[in-house]
């Protein structure tokens, strides 16, 4: 009897310090770091909100973030900011290693239309078949020298005109 109870007290003191070791356990860690771009014009995006489970941070003035301490394992990356569509990605996790990740996000308002006349400098009159170019789309212009160009994104834009003959 004395050698059951004694054998029930190491087998409970055994599976108490198993048990306790495990969850003293140091867990297991890896980083994610990367930069945010808009889609249309690889600008990078400050501002945004990058996030890993319980872990976030926000991009830096030239769209960069990195997240520490992320716990390995597949996890889901998400990025949001205002006037942008979320982002969401399924990532795996790798201990000891960094995980480069760049994200492109979109905007998610319809860009800015734009339209002007295009005239000659020297007589004032309208150019006629002019291409004006703002952020890769093309238009050409009217008899009245008239163009548009719908849903420009955002941003510091450089337009341009060529006379086509």
């Known amino acids: 009897m004395i050698k ?20 003293l356990k140091p867990s297991k860690f890896g980083s994610i770091k990367g930069t945010v771009f808009h889609i249309n014009t690889d600008v990078p995006i400050s501002g945004v909100v ?3 489970d319980d872990i976030s941070t926000t991009t830096s003035s030239d769209g960069k973030y990195v997240l520490e301490d ?7 990356l ?19 290693e960094t995980l480069t ?19 000659d400098i020297d007589f004032n009159l309208p150019v006629v078949n002019a291409k004006v170019t ?17 849903n420009i994104p955002q941003g510091t834009r450089e337009i341009y005109v060529i006379r086509v003959s």
């Open 70 to 76: 992320v716990e390995i394992g597949s996890k889901t």
């Open 50 to 52: 990058v996030k890993c």
């Open 4 to 23: 059951k109870i004694i054998f029930i007290i190491f087998l409970i003191i055994f599976l108490f310090n198993f048990y306790t070791c495990e969850l």
């Open 134 to 150: 703002i952020a890769g789309q093309d238009d050409y212009t009217d008899a009245t020298g008239h163009y548009q160009l719908t």
């Open 101 to 119: 990740l760049d994200i492109e996000l979109t905007t998610s308002i319809l860009g800015t239309n734009i339209s002007g006349i295009i005239t």
């Open 78 to 96: 998400k990025a949001n900011k205002s006037d942008y569509e979320d982002y969401k990605q399924t990532i795996k996790i790798k201990e000891n």
